[in-house]
């Protein structure tokens, strides 16, 4: 590996010079792409077709501007020798040169010559793989850092020669080694950055997986899981972006702020047409603002839940303790319980979901009310035969239909339901739980009673491990597919309604004598257009993104899911996820040693195989790049008493920090934790993130002190040198971050507050990238128990 300072390496001024001329061809095509969509707008009418032709070359600009702006930052990062004299420049996007000079002359020979590869083309993938073990015709590999359009470095590999070298961490299939160290050691931001100009070989293999079933990414911590399954996403899209551009992909993450951590990687390689989602906010109109306890969410993501909610929702198919009586054109009619067992047993032998079978309900209902007030009405005195003929039953019939209190006393009997009414209903009735879940345990049926709570319309009352059991309610009743499709019908047929009312306004209010003559001459409103077009010129378009389409809509069906940190999903999680990708292309990142969920994941091979048998494919991931080796030989003592069978990640890189460990004495008012963690934070590495890993309970606590004035940023700086205050998690919160320094709170009562205890710890301690201390009252785990005391 060769380098020269900036002042003294003449590399850059000729990587400057085609820098400048990416970026100058780059302007041209923005430019370009502005002045087209300016155009676009700027026309009105047509056919339909011309005006669907119009919105599609809108929402092409639209993406194409997007794309031309995300890649904006370090658009140019890699240069391909070849033996054969071959140059390739590898960057964010593919662009060609128009043959357009800085003088804007045209030179015919450089027209549609590539001024750069897309990171993600088959040419550009020598990159990535080559090594001076397997070079791959690649004489010599530069690695160009830049920024605010300026060539800062240059920095040469040679593979097939007498100066090829190793990487200085004895790792041969590590490459690109200066960049991936230094965005190593690079403090964290708060939002992950890209990977591509260091994916490593086992990550590019993955990345670029033709399989098109279920690919499973086993990694421990620091590996890169995360950052492939993003990258895939990326090339994906490139790859198949005809398809997935209309289906779009999905990509569920553990939490709110592991998303927001994720957020900017697709975006900064292009790619915008990707929904991120939680678990708990995958149900349209939820948004989950409650945290169960822990038992709570192991009872309610078990696959026990199914049969627990089919038996509720068939107990709202009731019978009448005692007949009803109602008023029906001077007569009385009744409805008991072998009418309704009638009308009920029709309905359930549809095998169609609840509020679908609804109208079979209703219709046989009718039906048998009708017969019955027939044979009351129109029998014979002389021999009870029937005088009314099959045509007047069947108008007595309609008569009932169209009388609301006979709907009304029918339907009591099979309601419309929906999910959230029906959870809500479900989880805080006592006796309701008891008849769903015969055979449980006291204990499991009190997990599932929740305490009373107010009702929210966006669905906050309900918590991640609720939304599963929604999804499920709604297969089961059958909501969110026909009834979407008959309220935008009866929303069409309101507002057709409300145009003719003003068309027969502005009819009714013509001046008589023209109403009388009749003038041809004289056009009016109704002459022009009718309701059905002035109801459409009323309903307003709004173009939506495969991605929003896409969150609005439950029944949505995508090309590809990506789930990360998959093994907390439940099983009831898993039959949500499920339902999404019936073409069942997946990706799936975790690591079954970090599962914190008690009903999460323990095999992948017993979640998948009753979904895909045993096609789908397992790849690990063995290198942790984030954890330094002084920080990973604790780790690695807890995975063991895990006892997973998992083997810990090869740490990279190694920073001479040893971990520490900070001992406080017992106190009111846990104010000696809280002391310890502020003494922890004066640790922190400068200008990094900090976060503090506490027990669940206590979250609030440290919390409150953290947010207090003694933790405030003027005096951080001043005393600890950290530029923010320290952010405060339990183990679940923080999934799948990583800060510069972890504050690990009290190691024991984490292991100690869930059977997963283990599993919570080895999270914790394996969060940081540069430094890890420990606070701590209790005795320390025996996996920590030698960590030097300060």
Partial sequence: MTALSPDADPRIDEEQRHLDR???????????????????????????????????YERMYNEDLAKFDAAEHNLYFGRLDLDDGEIRRI??????????????????????????????????????????????????????????????????????????????????????????????????????????????????????????????????????????????????????????????????????????????VLPSLGESGVLLSTIGDLFPGVRA?????????????????????????????????????????????????ALIKTARAKARATRRAHNLSQNTFLKAGLA???????????????????????????????????????????????????????????????????????????????ALLRSPRPRSATGEDFSPADVPLLDELAELIGYGTDEAERAERARWRRQLAEAQDALDILTGSAPQDLEDELDPEILMAYDLIDAEQLASRQTETRRATTAERAYGD??????????????????MAWRMVMRRIPNRWMTIIGDTAQTSDEAGTRSWADVLEPYVAKRWQFKELSVNYRTPSEIMEYAARVLEEIGNGEKAPTSLRSNGIEPVAIAVHPSPNDSGVVDGVLRAVALAEPQGLTAVIVPDDLLDAVRGAVESDRFNPDRLQEEAGSAEPPKVYTVRSCKGLEFDTTIVVEPTAIVDQSPRGLSDLYVALTRATQRLVVVHRDALPAALADLPQI
Avoid: C
């Fill in 289 to 337: 603002g409650v945290e169960d306890p822990r038992a709570t969410t192991a009872v309610k993501g078990g696959l026990r839940m199914v049969d627990a909610l089919k038996r509720a929702v068939r107990a709202q198919q009731s019978l009448p303790s005692r007949p009803v009586t109602v008023d029906f054109d001077s007569y009385q009619v009744e409805i008991d319980s």
């Fill in 91 to 264: 960057g964010r996007i593919g662009v060609l040169d128009d043959g357009f000079g800085d003088d804007g002359a045209l030179d015919d020979a450089a027209t549609d010559a590539t001024l750069l590869l897309d990171w993600r083309a088959p040419l550009a993938r020598p990159f990535y793989l080559a090594t001076p073990a397997a070079p791959e015709d690649v004489a010599r590999r530069r690695h160009v850092r830049t920024r605010s359009r300026k060539v800062r470095g240059v920095s040469d590999e040679y593979l097939t020669s007498g100066e090829a070298l190793l990487d200085d961490f004895g790792h041969g299939d590590v490459v690109n080694e200066s960049a991936l160290v230094a965005a190593l050691n690079a403090a964290r931001t708060g939002e992950m950055t890209d990977i591509v100009e260091t994916i490593q070989r086992e990550q590019d293999l993955i990345i670029r997986s033709t399989h098109r079933g279920v690919t499973v990414i086993q990694g421990g911590p620091g590996t890169g899981k995360t950052a492939v399954a993003l990258h895939r996403a990326a090339y994906l899209l490139y790859t198949h972006r005809e398809i997935l551009s209309r289906s779009g992909i999905l990509i569920i993450g553990p939490n709110n702020d592991f998303l927001n951590y994720i957020g900017q």
């Fill in 368 to 446: 048998e009310l009708a017969a019955r007030h027939a044979s009351t009405i129109g029998s014979s005195l002389l021999d009870g035969s029937q005088l009314l003929s099959p045509a007047d039953i069947s108008d007595i019939r309609d008569d009932m239909s169209r009388d609301p209190d006979i709907r009304a006393a029918l339907l009591q009997f099979w309601p419309t339901l929906t999910p959230q009414d029906m959870l809500r209903d479900l989880l805080s009735d006592e006796r309701a739980i008891r008849k769903a879940t015969p055979g449980w345990s006291d204990a499991d049926r009190d």
């Fill in 22 to 56: 990416v970026y100058g061809r780059l302007d041209r095509m923005r430019q370009t792409t502005r002045r087209r969509l300016s155009s676009t707008l700027s026309e009105r009418g047509g056919t339909p077709q011309a005006r669907s032709e119009r919105e599609s």
């Fill in 554 to 571: 439950r029944t949505w069906t995508y090309g590809h899911v990506i789930v990360d940190e998959a093994q907390e999903l439940s099983a």
